[in-house]
């Protein structure tokens, strides 16, 4: 058994990856007879590149996943991909743009045939680079939201929901991209605050003299204008209530009408109403029977119903609208006006509220088994407080527009009869109309929007409609690993469509992940050039370490604070784990064959890193059962850096550097025994190296993918030798410690003092020589009545004193300068850190980050102060 002399993550990450899947051990058999474990992957769009966020998402799944194969499940991770139909109509016209041409040139099926091309040739790099990853999805399975399978579920979907009045078609107000031409629903729906204008303009009294002044942020939309509405509680305009006013510009009468909606405090508190162009207004129309005007066309150009405007796009009509009230003297004012600004959230334009005949599901009969699922505690969030967020939510949700103007997507299956007008939504396509017999059909144009497929990801997947084994074995799948940015766009709705079409739920768990952001706390973003990307960060430092960064930061409701740096020093842990490992092989010997441990013959070190082992399982175990992922990398990696390593291979040097004595045969025995688990429990988060160092300690075992979970051992529960050992090693510590703050040579051995009872004693006198060799002693007295000297360094102990005489040691008045000196500059320093912070300039002016910089720097030079002071009184 031996191991290069440095680790390569390049050369184990690709040779692994294929052993894997060529042995196919990430598959998931509907047949196996234990318990299923099921995981469908967050699709990522096929336009995808892996970015923070999927490594993030995705190295917290396959945690999961590998951890419950090695625990004896039956085990599924569901890959595949997003269709992507606003992203990836978008590259596709992109690159046409580039020949020349529009969509228009190439013709509906065309341009459809174009994007299957794109996808087959350039889409899809993001499945590679899970695989970089380390990701060990059911590749055998993976699902595409366009493929011929999905496809089904979605039309039998679609056909139920509609047939049973849930589909349903209507005006509507909704939320228009003009730069995607395609409706969004609320949620796709970006909201930014911008700096606008409040525009007062006068509206002329239909019969006599005077004017009422409207305020609005929006001028152009005037020109729909179909009534002024005022709050019926407003004593200020009770009178106007029923009369007419003249429409700027249009010159129409259009009546002053009473609503509660209108807020009186907001401008004058006389409101235009638009209902063509506002939500809210729209609602306020069809209480008041109003006409409803549309004067945009889809590209937010004005049409025929903007009279001489049209022709302008909405930005030129509404500087020409201004600059024509102006001349007529009907604009009174224009002030500054902060306010939130819907932006499309794919290509970030300002959208148009905009009147259009959409598709809708009616979504309230759906959400109320969704709410009672997660009330009743069949699906639990983790975080939970993202579960009162999901309430609030679907306590106020609204019809879902799920109609999108393009191309690619799922075709909406309604078919119009040219003839008699009558619609057919069928699971085939008609053939004729079930109404007049006409053969004059045409398909709606419109696709579905994406999150209606992605909705059904969790049954569809497995076969749906089919009741397959598959869906029988793997559904509902055991958890949901995503973003808090989705719970409306995808969780929620995969909850009301499992509940509805699989009577179930579709997931148990929602484990909630936080953002990754950089160094400073800052969201990671092209425009700030702060963005880290996981390609080259594996490239650099190897998957392993990359993976286990984000884990042991991944604290629940925390975001986390990455940087390259982070990533660099757990690069050092891989390779403390390689080099250590590599130095036990060494030492273990060409004919060292694994035997059962005999707890008979344990020394007491021994039992100590056994019962912390045992303690290490039970303790990574339970923090991947409550998804505290930090805490479980926390563990593994405290355990081996700083039990393991740091004490228990340095304690077992001198046994198995002495030869062939029991003593020696037992220590190795531990070594193997504790690497031998360690690696399994390691395995989830660091796959490749943990499988590359399994292969080389093991015959006849498999792969480490499939190799048992560790499990707590009553045999190896010491708990009053794991006390002794603490002790000793707190002695230890605290000897070291003296030595550091004393500045004493590393090269110079001390005498020490110990005082104790004669329990302790006996202790200390049995781990004498391993004591010397640790703390760097040349002797130990032992003397319960020892009198200290005024130059000996002490520390104190709840089970004894120690003291290390200095006379000898160092030269006590060059140690008396150098303290001096250091305590001065230490507090000029600090000094300098006082005047910033009590400066109410500076505490007003900086940013907070400044600021907690400051005061973390005063704490810390306030610590380092009050050592050195202590250093130097010891010395007189």
């Known amino acids: 058994m031996e191991l290069s002399a440095s680790y390569d993550p390049k050369i184990a990450e690709s040779k692994w990856y294929a052993i894997w899947e060529k042995e196919k051990l ?46 004896g499940k039956a085990t599924c991770w569901m890959p595949g991909m997003d269709h992507a139909g606003i992203a990836t109509q978008n590259v596709v016209e992109r690159l046409l743009l580039k020949e020349g041409k529009t969509k228009y040139d190439l013709g509906r099926d065309e341009f459809v045939k174009r994007v299957w091309d794109w996808k087959e040739h350039s889409g899809g790099q993001i499945k590679e680079q899970l695989k970089r990853l380390g990701c060990s999805l059911d590749w055998v399975r993976e699902r595409f939201t366009l493929d011929e399978g999905l496809s089904h579920a979605v039309r039998t979907v679609f056909v139920t929901l509609y047939k049973e009045g849930l589909i349903y078609q209507g005006y509507r107000i909704i939320n228009w991209c003009p730069r995607c031409e395609t409706a969004l629903s609320d949620i796709e729906t970006e909201y930014k605050d911008l700096a606008g204008k409040l525009y007062y303009i006068h ?86 029977n109003l006409e409803e005007v549309n004067i945009l066309d889809k590209n937010a150009i004005v049409n025929e119903n903007g009279g001489v405007y049209k022709g302008l796009d909405r930005y030129q009509a509404r500087e020409k609208v201004c600059e024509d009230l102006k001349t007529a003297g009907l604009l009174e004012k224009i002030e500054d006006h902060n306010h939130a600004v819907g932006h499309c959230y794919r290509c970030h334009t300002v959208i148009e509220p905009y009147l259009s005949k959409q598709w809708f599901v009616k979504i309230e009969p759906l959400a109320k088994e969704a709410i009672k699922v997660v009330e009743e505690g069949k699906i639990r969030f983790i975080p939970s407080n993202w579960a009162k967020i999901y309430f609030e939510w679907m306590y106020n949700i609204k019809d879902w527009c ?36 006409s053969k004059n059909l045409e398909q709606d144009a419109d696709v579905l929007d994406t999150w209606f497929s992605s909705a059904l990801w969790p049954f569809s997947t497995f076969g749906w409609p089919q009741k397959t084994k598959s869906l029988e074995k793997f559904y509902p ?4 690993v995503t973003g808090f940015d989705i719970i409306f766009f995808w969780v929620a709705r995969m909850i009301m469509m499992g509940c509805k079409f699989m009577n179930d739920v579709p997931f148990y768990d929602v484990y909630i992940h936080a953002l990754v952001r950089d160094e400073h706390g800052q969201k990671m973003s092209k425009s700030r050039g702060n963005v880290i990307d996981p390609l080259i960060m594996m490239d650099k430092y190897g998957t392993d370490a990359f993976r286990f960064t984000l884990a042991i930061f991944a604290a629940q409701g925390r ?90 291979i340095e304690l077992s040097k001198p046994r198995i550097y002495a030869g062939d004595s029991l003593s020696g045969t037992i220590a190795k025995q531990v070594l193997y025994v504790v690497l031998h688990e360690y690696l399994k429990l390691l395995h989830p988060f660091m796959p490749f190296i943990t499988e590359e160092i ?79 060799i640790l703390a760097k002693l040349e002797a130990v007295e032992y003397n319960a009545a020892y009198t200290p000297q005024k130059t000996d ?32 500059r230490i507090q ?47 010395l007189g």
């Open 694 to 772: 399994w292969s080389n300690i093991t015959t006849n075992e498999g792969r480490i993918v499939v190799a048992p979970w560790p499990q707590y051992d009553e045999r190896f529960n010491f708990e009053n030798e794991f006390n002794y050992a603490e002790l000793f090693k707190e002695i230890v510590y605290k000897i070291r410690n003296i030595r550091g703050e004393m500045n004493v040579p590393p090269d110079k051995k001390a005498h020490v003092v110990i005082k104790a009872g004669k329990k302790i004693e006996q202790f200390v006198r049995q781990q004498e020589n391993n004591l010397k």
């Open 203 to 288: 509206y002329p009294y239909e019969e006599g003299d005077g004017h009422i002044t409207v305020a609005t942020t929006r001028p152009e939309t005037m020109l729909g204008d179909t009534a002024v509405a005022v709050n019926p509680n407003d004593s200020r305009y009770a009178h106007l209530i029923g009369k007419n006013v003249i429409l700027p510009l249009m010159n129409r009468p259009i009546p002053i009408i009473a609503d509660e909606f209108v807020d009186p405090a907001f401008g004058t508190g006389l409101v235009k109403v638009t209902p063509a162009h506002d939500p809210n207004d729209f609602e306020m129309g069809k209480r008041h």
């Open 402 to 437: 799920i109609s999108r103007q393009l191309w690619w997507g799922h075709r909406i299956p309604a078919f119009y009869c040219k003839d008699c007008g009558y619609i057919m939504v069928e699971l085939e396509d008609p053939t004729k109309c079930s109404v007049c017999n």
């Open 793 to 824: 360094a002490s520390a104190v102990l709840p089970e004894c004193e120690i003291y290390v005489p200095l006379k000898d040691l160092i030269d006590l008045e060059k140690e008396k300068a150098r303290l001096d000196k250091e305590i001065a």
């Open 828 to 874: 000029v320093e600090l000094d300098k850190v006082l005047k910033k912070l009590n400066d109410s300039t500076f505490m007003a002016k900086a940013p907070q980050n400044i600021i907690e910089k400051e005061q973390n720097k005063k704490a810390e030079l306030e610590e380092v102060h009050a050592k050195l002071t202590t250093s130097r009184e010891k």
């Open 26 to 71: 990430f598959h998931g058999d509907e047949n196996d007879p234990r318990d299923a474990y099921s995981i469908v992957i967050p699709p990522p769009n096929v336009t995808g590149n892996l970015h923070m966020g999927h490594a993030l998402n995705n190295t917290l799944q396959d945690i999961l996943i590998r951890w419950q194969r090695m625990n």
């Open 477 to 480: 799948t055991s958890v949901l």
């Open 559 to 648: 975001d986390i604070i990455l940087s390259e740096k982070r990533i660099e020093g757990y690069s050092a842990f891989c390779n403390k784990i390689w080099n250590s490992t590599r130095f036990i092989l060494m030492n273990l010997g060409n004919d060292f064959k694994p035997e059962a441990i005999d707890v008979n013959s344990l020394e007491l070190f021994d039992k100590w890193i056994l019962h912390a082992f045992n303690q290490t399982v039970k303790k990574t175990t339970q923090a991947l059962v409550e998804y505290r992922f930090n805490d479980a990398a926390q563990t593994l990696y405290d355990f081996w850096w700083h039990e393991f390593c740091d004490w228990y």
